[in-house]
């Protein structure tokens, strides 16, 4: 039998890992698993943009960007979010790009991670401070640190919002006006990194405890869940320091969530059972909690392949300058828990790749990416959002060591 290592070691994409970056083409080196690439928005329509997911049937995408600015003025710190319909070849079906991205976000607002309800078509949530936020909670690189400041401006909620109407045409979905967003979660406090089960019920969040953050002298992050049909809230994952980004497993068993318990400033990643009462599906807690990755790394922006195998995450593994894509097996064929995965390298381009998201059926890969060429005045490559076609089968062979499972037969 091959042990996991060896099988890690025939595959394609860690043979593509052993060649020096500088000598591959991010094409060639991304191949088997990635291709057909659409880059989706451009630094002629966005400053930057980035953290997008689709819905469930690949209708739309729900992204955070930052618009030009008037001329003269300095582009906002902060994201506002923007709904866009999948735009597609009128004899091909295949996805081309995004059609009229509409801003959902009031103006002058921070927002960060949006979501699409699994079972009610066109609504989605996402963070929002509505208002301005305070101005000395701005995100964004440090030089005099050298490290990335993560924002949890107190005014940041949750709500929810829909297109007035939406309309499909033979190229795609597109959005006209928006409603007022209504508030889902609204405490004290930051709540934002917003998901929703694959059934709806469940809102997972994350929630600063001011005080507990003033007494360590960082913010101290919590995973809650809300259970929508009891309208009750449950802290999950309470671990001293930031736990956050949290996402359900396709089977609604698990979460897989990002953490810097260790305020090291990096992130590790874990994944916990949820508990739930037979019957009710009142959620008791957490049945126990597993440790993805331990090093020397920021890894963050963990994602479920729709198989619930394995997780793609982004990292920091090969320099903080160059954030890449990796795959991470976490269960193996029998559904038990792995320990000792080793990560597989996806995106190979310079400059950040990162925040990678499966379409449901896990045929697309979508990202926020650098590797376009620079725009005129630009110092380095905006990151804007990419899209690639996935090879199922050579991704389960580099990851797993084994085909993907057979179709379920009707």
């Known amino acids: 039998m091959m042990t996991r290592m060896t099988r890690h070691l025939t595959s394609l994409a860690a043979l593509a890992i052993a060649l020096p970056a500088a000598a591959q083409d991010w094409k060639t080196a991304e191949a088997p698993i990635l291709s057909n690439y659409r880059q989706l928005t451009t630094a002629e329509s966005f400053v930057r943009a980035g953290e997008a997911y689709f819905d469930p049937e690949t209708d739309w995408v729900i992204f955070q960007a930052v618009p030009p600015p008037p001329e003269g003025e300095e582009p906002s710190p902060h994201y506002s ?47 929002t401070t509505i208002i301005p936020p305070s101005e000395d909670n701005v995100p964004g690189y440090q030089r005099d640190t050298s490290t990335y400041r993560w924002a949890f401006p107190t005014e940041m909620d949750i709500y929810a919002s829909a297109p007035k109407e939406a309309l499909r045409t033979e190229i795609g979905m597109l959005a006209y006006g928006i409603n007022t967003p209504r508030p889902v979660v609204k405490r004290d406090g ?17 929630h600063v405890d001011e005080e507990r953050s003033e007494r360590i002298g960082r913010a101290d992050g919590n995973i809650w869940i809300r259970d929508q049909e009891l309208n009750q809230d449950i802290g999950l994952i309470g671990a001293e320091g930031y736990d956050g980004g949290p996402f359900f497993s396709p089977d609604g068993n698990w979460i897989v969530y990002r953490s810097d318990r260790k305020g090291d400033n990096l992130l590790q990643l874990f994944m916990a059972e949820i508990a739930y009462e037979e019957g009710t599906g009142r959620v008791l807690g957490v049945k126990r909690e597993i440790q993805l990755t331990e090093n020397e790394h920021v890894n963050w922006a963990p994602f479920w392949h729709p198989s619930g195998r394995f997780i793609i995450y982004s990292t920091s593994e090969v320099s903080h300058r160059n954030y890449e894509v990796f795959a991470l097996e976490v269960f193996n064929e029998d559904g038990l828990p792995v320990a000792d995965a080793e990560p597989v390298r996806i995106t190979h381009a310079d400059g950040f790749d990162g925040l990678p998201v499966f379409n449901a059926d896990g045929s697309l890969m979508m990202w926020t990416s650098q590797r376009a060429p620079k725009s005129p005045g630009e110092e380095r490559p905006s990151s804007q959002l990419w899209l690639a076609d996935v090879n199922t089968d050579a991704l389960f062979r580099a990851v797993t060591g084994g085909p993907p499972p057979a179709a379920d037969e009707d």
């Open 81 to 127: 979010m923007y709904l866009a319909g999948i735009m597609l070849n009128e004899d091909t079906r295949e996805i081309t790009g995004l059609i009229d991205a509409v801003k959902v976000s009031v103006n002058d607002s921070a927002n960060t991670c949006g979501w699409f309800h699994p079972t009610k078509p066109g609504i989605f949530i996402y963070g």
């Open 190 to 206: 930051y709540d934002a990194e917003c998901s929703l089960s694959p059934d709806g019920r469940y809102l997972l969040y994350v």
